[in-house]
């Protein structure tokens, strides 16, 4: 009988909590859908494979910068790289259609440069289902609460933090007009609250107003032997 490989004390799992970008993805309605197709290929003579990917800067799991909605504001290039990599708290919140000053003020932001918000968007993502108008969202009480509180980064278990049909963007202004950094679409499927470091790397595009990320979280444990 095989055993269990048993994890050492103080060693780190990593969480992949991006999206695949893939053909046919979920997308925000109305921005550019993922086009990836063969620009070179071996099976055809080439030397190598090569693909020709077209797609928004704000696919999948990706980061909002100020530029994204303040005229004039930060662009993605000109982020100090420090805000990407830190300490986060991960919170999971039983709401159902908004999170709002009152739920923020219920938990411990004390200190918190980075929070992230797991809520019931993260099981669209297990369903696979396509684009959901019903997702939880942050409300402009709630970002000008995170504001207040010396948060310098927001993230979210769907495509945006704002109210869908909410054309004002009143939570993204809030937000980016005080140079707080948003991460949309991460999947926060079966991670538990708590403290992690997180690990954020969007493409580095000049005058970006945003771009997709690779997101990793990591968190100490003590680990057990295996029964």
């Known amino acids: 009988m095989k055993t269990k490989k048993k994890e050492s004390i103080g060693a780190k799992k990593i969480y992949d909590v991006s999206l695949t970008i893939s053909n046919g993805m979920v997308a925000w309605p109305g921005d550019p859908e993922v086009n990836i197709m063969p620009y070179k290929s071996i099976k055809e ?5 090569v693909s020709r990917i077209q797609l928004g800067s704000h696919t999948g799991t990706h980061i909002d910068v100020p530029y994204h909605f303040i005229d004039g504001g930060r662009t993605l290039d000109d982020i100090p790289i420090e805000i990407f990599v830190g300490k986060a708290r991960l919170f999971e919140l039983a709401v159902l259609k908004k999170i709002d000053a009152g739920d923020l003020n219920r938990l411990n932001l004390t200190g918190v440069e980075r ?12 369903r696979n289902e396509g684009f959901r108008k ?3 969202y942050l409300t402009s009480e709630g970002a000008g609460f995170l504001v207040d509180s010396g948060v310098k980064m927001v993230g979210i278990d ?16 809030i937000l980016l007009g005080a140079g707080v950094i948003v991460v949309e679409g991460l999947n926060l ?3 538990k609250e708590g403290e992690y470091e997180i690990i954020c790397s969007p ?16 968190r100490s444990r003590l680990s057990l032997p295996n029964p």
């Open 45 to 49: 003579g080439a030397s190598s494979n």
């Open 115 to 126: 929070v992230l918000f797991k809520t019931r968007n993260s099981r669209f993502w297990e």
């Open 134 to 136: 019903d997702f939880v």
């Open 158 to 173: 769907y495509l945006s933090v704002e109210e869908f049909g909410n054309k004002s963007a009143p939570a993204h202004h």
């Open 189 to 191: 499927s079966g991670l």
């Open 203 to 218: 493409l580095k595009i000049k005058g970006g107003d945003g771009a997709p990320a690779r997101v990793f979280l990591r």
